[in-house]
């Protein structure tokens, strides 16, 4: 695993987009794993400014999204359908039809998880999954609890996540109690996971996932498993880590930043 410790949110923005650009730029047609939230916001915003001043082209890139509410319309704004096309789609050259965001509406939506599956699969899988962090420890949607082996499903959100997130609503009442969620086994699945996390109040989650034991009390402890993970955080959301670690990744080693 690879963790690097960045002054502030605009360095962990722009070395995820750094990240994320180089694999667009070596394979145009990968397919990314995208997540919504507070934290990938500075990322999105770098990449539109790299696809607007650096030809970072998205004719052919296909998207994932990690999760969705239930039961709040596409064009609600707290959607994620609405997050993302708002801070990433509506700003570069992405297709439509090469978009997927679970469908926290549809009719079956047991039917909608397994099929999101399937077309993950014929997509030949995720290249490379941005992550957030909870301060719960949940990873996507994946609430302390969730299966280290569980695929894409409908979940609840627990009390905290709910607070958490009762930022971006009117009130904790407006917050949604479901959702579609990937799940952990699928994450792992992808080519690489990139993490990111920053402010305090994500110290003991990463902590607990970076340095703590394999539980699926913490899920994005599950990380841990995986062959190719970077992990980008502020000094904040480090102070919890005893370990020693680096400020920039290996392939920039050397290289002025
Ligand atoms: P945040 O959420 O980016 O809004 O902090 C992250 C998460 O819940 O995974």
Not at 19 to 23: P, Q, S, V
Not at 114 to 119: F, G, P, S
Not at 145 to 152: A, I, N, Q, Y
Not at 239 to 242: D, P, Q
């Given at each position: 695993m690879e963790v690097i410790i960045k002054e502030d949110y605009e360095e962990i923005s722009k070395l995820a987009a750094q990240?994320?650009?180089?694999?667009v730029r070596i394979n145009p047609r990968a397919v990314l794993g995208l997540a919504t939230g507070g934290t990938p916001v500075g990322c999105y915003r770098e990449l539109v400014r790299m696809h607007g001043e650096e030809d970072l082209d998205f004719s052919?890139?296909?998207?994932f999204n990690l999760d969705e509410y239930v039961g709040i319309?596409?064009?609600h704004e707290q959607s994620y359908y609405r997050f993302m096309w708002d801070n990433l789609f509506s700003h570069v050259n992405v297709v439509p039809a090469n978009v997927h965001i679970p469908d926290g509406n549809a009719e079956d939506l047991h039917v909608a998880c397994?099929?999101?599956?399937?077309?993950m699969d014929e997509h030949g899988g995720v290249d490379i999954q941005l992550l957030g962090i909870g301060s719960n420890g949940h990873l996507a949607f994946n609430e302390p609890?969730?299966?280290?082996?569980?695929?894409?499903r409908i979940k609840t959100l627990t009390e905290r996540t709910r607070q958490d997130n009762s930022r971006f609503f009117e009130n904790i009442d407006e917050v949604p109690k479901y959702c579609v969620t990937m799940g952990i086994g699928t994450i792992m699945e992808s080519g690489k996971l990139l993490l990111l996390a920053n402010g305090a109040n994500k110290a003991e989650a990463i902590a607990a996932a970076v340095e703590g034991p394999i539980t699926a009390s913490v899920p994005a402890s599950a990380i841990q498993l995986h062959p190719d993970v970077t992990v980008i955080m502020?000094?904040?959301a480090s102070?919890?880590?005893?370990r020693e670690y680096h400020s920039q990744p290996h392939f920039l080693e050397g290289e002025e930043q």
């Open positions: 990240i994320i650009a180089g694999i052919q890139i296909v998207t319309a596409k064009d397994d099929e999101y599956e399937i077309e609890g969730s299966s280290l082996g569980s695929r894409t502020d000094r904040a102070s919890k880590l005893t």
